[in-house]
Protein backbone atom coordinates (compact mmCIF):
# COMPACT_ATOMS: atom_id res chain seq x y z
CA UNK A 1 0.00 0.00 0.00
CA UNK A 2 1.83 3.37 -1.28
CA UNK A 3 1.68 6.18 1.33
CA UNK A 4 3.06 9.17 2.09
CA UNK A 5 5.26 9.15 5.46
CA UNK A 6 5.67 12.41 7.98
CA UNK A 7 8.44 12.75 10.46
CA UNK A 8 7.47 13.61 13.31
CA UNK A 9 4.18 12.19 14.05
CA UNK A 10 4.38 14.58 17.16
CA UNK A 11 6.32 18.07 17.99
CA UNK A 12 6.60 19.87 21.44
CA UNK A 13 8.94 22.89 21.04
CA UNK A 14 9.52 26.26 22.71
CA UNK A 15 8.58 29.63 21.22
CA UNK A 16 11.60 30.93 19.32
CA UNK A 17 13.29 27.22 18.28
CA UNK A 18 13.22 25.91 14.84
CA UNK A 19 11.18 23.19 13.43
CA UNK A 20 11.53 20.98 10.76
CA UNK A 21 9.18 18.47 9.06
CA UNK A 22 9.59 15.90 6.59
CA UNK A 23 7.85 14.45 4.27
CA UNK A 24 8.47 11.47 1.25
CA UNK A 25 5.91 11.42 -1.11
CA UNK A 26 4.57 8.17 -2.93
CA UNK A 27 7.47 6.92 -5.27
CA UNK A 28 6.48 8.47 -8.54
CA UNK A 29 4.30 11.34 -7.54
CA UNK A 30 5.70 14.30 -9.36
CA UNK A 31 3.07 17.07 -7.30
CA UNK A 32 3.75 17.79 -3.13
CA UNK A 33 1.52 20.27 -1.18
CA UNK A 34 2.20 21.33 2.59
CA UNK A 35 -1.07 21.86 4.41
CA UNK A 36 -1.70 23.41 7.59
CA UNK A 37 -5.35 22.57 9.51
CA UNK A 38 -6.80 23.94 12.60
CA UNK A 39 -9.79 24.07 14.42
CA UNK A 40 -10.31 27.92 13.36
CA UNK A 41 -9.51 27.89 9.51
CA UNK A 42 -9.96 24.18 8.35
CA UNK A 43 -6.84 23.03 5.86
CA UNK A 44 -4.56 25.81 4.14
CA UNK A 45 -2.49 25.43 1.52
CA UNK A 46 0.95 26.52 2.76
CA UNK A 47 3.50 25.35 -1.05
CA UNK A 48 3.74 23.07 -3.42
CA UNK A 49 5.97 21.97 -6.12
CA UNK A 50 6.03 19.91 -9.30
CA UNK A 51 9.14 18.46 -10.60
CA UNK A 52 10.30 19.58 -7.17
CA UNK A 53 10.10 23.29 -8.59
CA UNK A 54 8.40 25.29 -6.08
CA UNK A 55 5.12 26.84 -7.94
CA UNK A 56 3.44 28.42 -5.18
CA UNK A 57 4.27 29.29 -1.58
CA UNK A 58 1.81 32.31 -0.80
CA UNK A 59 0.09 30.70 1.56
CA UNK A 60 3.28 30.55 4.24
CA UNK A 61 4.48 33.53 6.23
CA UNK A 62 7.62 33.79 4.31
CA UNK A 63 9.42 35.49 7.18
CA UNK A 64 9.29 32.60 9.35
CA UNK A 65 8.62 29.19 6.79
CA UNK A 66 10.69 27.67 4.56
CA UNK A 67 9.80 24.95 2.23
CA UNK A 68 11.83 22.77 0.05
CA UNK A 69 12.43 19.92 -1.79
CA UNK A 70 16.02 18.41 -2.26
CA UNK A 71 15.57 15.57 -4.20
CA UNK A 72 12.34 13.48 -5.07
CA UNK A 73 11.58 11.60 -1.86
CA UNK A 74 12.10 14.23 0.22
CA UNK A 75 9.80 17.39 1.29
CA UNK A 76 11.15 19.98 4.09
CA UNK A 77 9.22 22.56 5.82
CA UNK A 78 11.28 24.41 8.49
CA UNK A 79 9.69 27.62 11.11
CA UNK A 80 12.31 29.76 12.37
CA UNK A 81 11.76 31.00 15.04
CA UNK A 82 8.58 29.26 16.39
CA UNK A 83 5.44 30.82 17.52
CA UNK A 84 2.38 29.87 19.66
CA UNK A 85 -0.04 30.79 16.55
CA UNK A 86 1.88 27.63 14.87
CA UNK A 87 0.61 25.52 16.84
CA UNK A 88 -1.40 23.03 14.15
CA UNK A 89 -1.43 19.72 12.33
CA UNK A 90 0.50 20.23 9.55
CA UNK A 91 0.06 17.39 6.30
CA UNK A 92 2.15 16.80 3.11
CA UNK A 93 0.09 15.42 0.24
CA UNK A 94 1.53 14.21 -2.92
CA UNK A 95 -0.26 13.69 -6.43
CA UNK A 96 0.29 12.98 -10.37
CA UNK A 97 -0.37 16.39 -11.67
CA UNK A 98 -3.44 19.06 -11.57
CA UNK A 99 -5.56 16.79 -13.38
CA UNK A 100 -6.58 13.42 -11.74
CA UNK A 101 -9.81 11.91 -10.96
CA UNK A 102 -8.64 10.64 -6.99
CA UNK A 103 -7.38 13.71 -5.64
CA UNK A 104 -4.33 13.29 -3.38
CA UNK A 105 -2.92 11.43 -1.04
CA UNK A 106 -2.66 12.94 2.35
CA UNK A 107 0.42 11.51 5.07
CA UNK A 108 -0.57 10.93 8.53
CA UNK A 109 0.48 14.52 9.87
CA UNK A 110 2.94 16.59 11.81
CA UNK A 111 0.97 17.92 15.04
CA UNK A 112 3.48 20.71 16.26
CA UNK A 113 2.62 22.21 19.62
CA UNK A 114 4.45 25.10 20.72
CA UNK A 115 4.77 26.82 24.04
CA UNK B 1 -11.40 34.63 -3.86
CA UNK B 2 -12.84 31.42 -2.76
CA UNK B 3 -15.67 30.30 -0.79
CA UNK B 4 -16.46 26.97 0.18
CA UNK B 5 -19.33 26.25 3.06
CA UNK B 6 -20.00 23.09 4.35
CA UNK B 7 -22.49 22.84 7.64
CA UNK B 8 -20.40 22.53 10.32
CA UNK B 9 -22.13 19.55 12.66
CA UNK B 10 -24.44 17.05 11.62
CA UNK B 11 -26.13 14.03 13.70
CA UNK B 12 -27.70 11.08 12.19
CA UNK B 13 -29.29 7.57 13.21
CA UNK B 14 -27.41 4.52 12.12
CA UNK B 15 -29.25 2.67 9.56
CA UNK B 16 -30.51 6.09 8.31
CA UNK B 17 -29.40 8.18 4.86
CA UNK B 18 -27.77 11.67 5.24
CA UNK B 19 -26.83 14.47 2.99
CA UNK B 20 -24.16 16.76 3.30
CA UNK B 21 -24.41 20.13 1.60
CA UNK B 22 -21.71 22.23 0.25
CA UNK B 23 -21.91 25.55 -1.82
CA UNK B 24 -18.77 27.03 -3.34
CA UNK B 25 -17.70 30.04 -5.18
CA UNK B 26 -14.61 29.70 -6.89
CA UNK B 27 -12.70 31.93 -9.50
CA UNK B 28 -11.87 28.54 -11.70
CA UNK B 29 -13.17 25.15 -11.35
CA UNK B 30 -11.25 21.55 -12.12
CA UNK B 31 -13.24 19.13 -9.94
CA UNK B 32 -14.96 19.38 -6.58
CA UNK B 33 -13.49 16.24 -4.19
CA UNK B 34 -15.25 14.94 -0.87
CA UNK B 35 -12.38 13.74 1.66
CA UNK B 36 -12.86 11.54 4.69
CA UNK B 37 -10.96 12.59 7.96
CA UNK B 38 -11.55 10.38 11.78
CA UNK B 39 -10.32 12.39 14.21
CA UNK B 40 -6.53 12.52 14.84
CA UNK B 41 -6.09 11.05 10.84
CA UNK B 42 -5.42 12.00 7.90
CA UNK B 43 -8.06 12.61 5.05
CA UNK B 44 -8.94 10.26 2.63
CA UNK B 45 -10.27 10.30 -0.85
CA UNK B 46 -13.92 9.55 -1.09
CA UNK B 47 -15.41 10.81 -4.54
CA UNK B 48 -14.92 13.36 -7.35
CA UNK B 49 -16.69 14.93 -9.95
CA UNK B 50 -16.06 17.15 -12.95
CA UNK B 51 -18.95 17.03 -14.47
CA UNK B 52 -22.91 17.42 -13.68
CA UNK B 53 -24.56 14.80 -11.78
CA UNK B 54 -24.40 11.79 -9.31
CA UNK B 55 -21.16 9.64 -9.15
CA UNK B 56 -22.09 6.47 -6.87
CA UNK B 57 -19.65 4.65 -4.82
CA UNK B 58 -21.17 1.73 -2.87
CA UNK B 59 -22.75 3.54 0.23
CA UNK B 60 -21.59 6.96 -0.96
CA UNK B 61 -22.88 9.57 -3.35
CA UNK B 62 -21.43 12.57 -4.85
CA UNK B 63 -23.68 15.16 -6.90
CA UNK B 64 -22.39 18.21 -8.39
CA UNK B 65 -24.17 21.48 -10.07
CA UNK B 66 -21.51 23.61 -11.51
CA UNK B 67 -24.20 26.04 -12.56
CA UNK B 68 -25.41 26.45 -9.25
CA UNK B 69 -22.14 25.83 -7.33
CA UNK B 70 -23.65 22.98 -5.28
CA UNK B 71 -22.39 19.56 -4.51
CA UNK B 72 -24.03 17.34 -1.86
CA UNK B 73 -22.51 13.56 -0.30
CA UNK B 74 -24.70 11.18 0.18
CA UNK B 75 -24.72 8.72 2.76
CA UNK B 76 -26.51 5.31 2.90
CA UNK B 77 -27.07 2.77 5.38
CA UNK B 78 -25.01 4.55 8.20
CA UNK B 79 -22.52 2.88 9.83
CA UNK B 80 -21.11 4.34 14.03
CA UNK B 81 -17.78 3.90 11.85
CA UNK B 82 -18.95 6.70 9.18
CA UNK B 83 -18.52 9.12 12.14
CA UNK B 84 -15.72 11.46 10.94
CA UNK B 85 -15.46 14.92 9.07
CA UNK B 86 -16.73 15.49 5.52
CA UNK B 87 -14.62 17.86 3.86
CA UNK B 88 -15.36 19.11 0.89
CA UNK B 89 -12.78 20.66 -1.62
CA UNK B 90 -12.52 22.70 -4.75
CA UNK B 91 -9.29 22.34 -7.23
CA UNK B 92 -9.26 25.70 -9.38
CA UNK B 93 -6.07 24.52 -11.53
CA UNK B 94 -3.69 22.14 -9.21
CA UNK B 95 -3.76 22.35 -5.47
CA UNK B 96 -7.44 21.13 -3.55
CA UNK B 97 -9.15 24.51 -2.10
CA UNK B 98 -11.25 23.05 1.18
CA UNK B 99 -14.28 23.77 3.19
CA UNK B 100 -13.88 23.82 6.94
CA UNK B 101 -15.86 20.42 6.74
CA UNK B 102 -18.54 18.94 8.00
CA UNK B 103 -18.17 16.71 11.87
CA UNK B 104 -20.89 13.89 11.46
CA UNK B 105 -22.12 12.10 14.34
CA UNK B 106 -23.62 8.54 14.10
CA UNK B 107 -25.60 7.86 16.92
CA UNK B 108 -27.42 4.30 17.75
Known amino acids: DARVTQTPRHKVTEMGQEVTMRCQPILGHNTVFWYRQTMMQGLELLAY????????DSGMPKDRFSAEMPDATLATLKIQPSEPRDSAVYFC?????????????FGSGTRLTVV | GQNIDQPTEMTATEGAIVQINCTYQTSGFNGLFWYQQHAGEAPTFLSY????GLEEKGRFSSFLSRSKGYSYLLLKELQMKDSASYLC?????????FGKGTRLSVIA
Open chain 1, 49 to 56: FRNRAPLD
Open chain 2, 49 to 52: NVLD
Open chain 2, 89 to 97: AVREATPLV
Open chain 1, 93 to 105: ASGLGGNTNYGYT
